[in-house]
């Protein structure tokens, strides 16, 4: 079940560990756009929960996939992206 921010925003996955919180966003890649369009939305509930770094797994089904870990930044926040 996804979690609901305050204004009934969905998040894929919440981890509360030792009171820290954890942001994981979940994709199927479906293209650049659409993965993008996934970071903005992990920024956002970053931005709900005054975080500064989350988590997004994306699920690349193709056979010629670049898999591996990157960061990326956009503005004040660090979104760390595994590909699989």
């Known amino acids: 079940m996804e979690a609901r921010t305050r204004n009934q ?4 996955l919440i981890v509360d560990y030792l009171g820290t919180q ?6 199927i890649w479906r293209g650049n756009a659409y993965n993008e369009r996934g970071e903005e939305q992990l920024t ?3 931005d709900h929960y005054h975080l500064k770094k989350g988590y997004m797994l994306s699920f690349n089904f193709n056979r010629k996939k670049e898999i591996g870990l990157k960061e990326i930044r956009l ?3 660090i979104l760390i992206e595994a590909v699989v």
């Open 75 to 77: 503005g004040d926040k």
């Open 44 to 46: 956002e509930y970053l």
């Open 22 to 27: 954890f942001i994981i966003e979940m994709k």
């Open 9 to 12: 925003e969905r998040t894929d």
